[in-house]
C-alpha cells in the first residue's frame, strides 16, 4: 500500500491551498484518513481525521486540531481512495510537511494497519 500526497506549494498569509492524499495497493477498506503536520524543530502534530462511515467528519472535537478549527476542512472520496484536506485563511505557523495517514484494511478479516504519505511542504509567507 503507498500513499501520494500532493498539492503543497508556497502561499501568502490568507491564502488557500487543497492537499490531495490517494492510498494505492492492495486494499480492501481504510478506516480512518487524516492529515498531520510537523513544522521544522517541531513534533509531528494531528491537524485533522475523518472517519469511514459517510465519509463524515468526526463530530468530536477532537477531529480537528483546535489551531486549525474553522479554517481547514478534511473531506474523502472512498471510491477514489482519496482524502483530501482544504487550507484557508493560511497563517505563517501554519507552514509544515503535510502528512496524510490511512488505515487500511487489506481484508474483510484483517485488523487495519497504518499507512503514510511522503509529505508535502506548505510555506506561507510573504
Known amino acids: 500500500v503507498q500513499l501520494q500526497a500532493s498539492g503543497g506549494g508556497w502561499v501568502q498569509p490568507g491564502g488557500s491551498l487543497r492537499l490531495s492524499c490517494t492510498a494505492s495497493?492492495?486494499?480492501?477498506?481504510?478506516?480512518?484518513m487524516g492529515w498531520y503536520r510537523q513544522a521544522p524543530g517541531k513534533q509531528r502534530e494531528l491537524v485533522a481525521l475523518?472517519?469511514?462511515?459517510?465519509?463524515?467528519?468526526?463530530?468530536?472535537?477532537?477531529a480537528y486540531a483546535d489551531s486549525v478549527k474553522g479554517r481547514f476542512t478534511i473531506s474523502r472520496d472512498n471510491a477514489k481512495n482519496t482524502v483530501y484536506l482544504q487550507l484557508s485563511g493560511l497563517k505563517p505557523e501554519d507552514t509544515a510537511v503535510y502528512y496524510c495517514?490511512?488505515?487500511?484494511?487489506?481484508?474483510?478479516?484483517?485488523?487495519?494497519?497504518?499507512?503514510w504519505g511522503q509529505g508535502t511542504l506548505v510555506t506561507v509567507s510573504s
Open positions: 495517514r490511512a488505515d487500511v484494511r487489506r481484508s474483510s478479516r484483517s485488523l487495519s494497519t497504518t499507512y
Open positions: 475523518i472517519s469511514s462511515a459517510d465519509s463524515i467528519a468526526y463530530a468530536d472535537s477532537t
Open positions: 495497493g492492495s486494499i480492501f477498506s481504510i478506516d480512518v
